[in-house]
């Protein structure tokens, strides 16, 4: 069988796509907002706050959660949502990097 296309790169820039994959969607952009915003974990709110459908935002909600983003706990009868300060911390510091590595250069177009 075949060489998958993602093979085909290193474990850290797959990582790194699976990263930018997840957060690719406005409305997973706007949880997160919200997320940092509060500083706390959010419990059921977001469907008010960003006007989505339960369904919408569970899915959304999970897409973040897989890639380590946001953790959940589980309370009564809902699920309580916050950043993973340990995964974010790694992922700032692998952006940063990847945006730091270029120096700029004499232009080249």
């Known amino acids: 069988m075949g060489v998958t296309k993602t093979e085909m790169f290193t474990a850290h820039q797959n990582k790194l796509a699976t990263l930018l994959k997840a957060i ?3 409305a997973r952009i706007a949880i997160l907002q919200h997320l940092i915003k509060a500083n706390a974990c ?3 709110d977001l469907v008010e706050e960003l006007g989505l459908a339960q369904a919408t935002i569970s899915q959304h909600l999970r897409e973040l959660k897989n890639v380590g983003l ?3 706990t589980i309370e009564g009868t809902s699920v309580c949502y916050c950043i993973d300060p340990k995964t974010w911390k790694g992922y700032e ?3 940063a990097a990847l ?3 270029y ?3 004499a ?3």
Do not use: N, R
Request: hydrophobic share 25%; proline share 5%; charged share 15%.
């Open 42 to 44: 959010i419990c059921g």
């Open 103 to 105: 120096k700029g250069g």
């Open 70 to 72: 946001i953790q959940g």
């Open 93 to 95: 510091k692998e952006l």
């Open 99 to 101: 945006f730091g590595s």
């Open 24 to 26: 690719a969607h406005p």
């Open 107 to 109: 232009g080249c177009c």
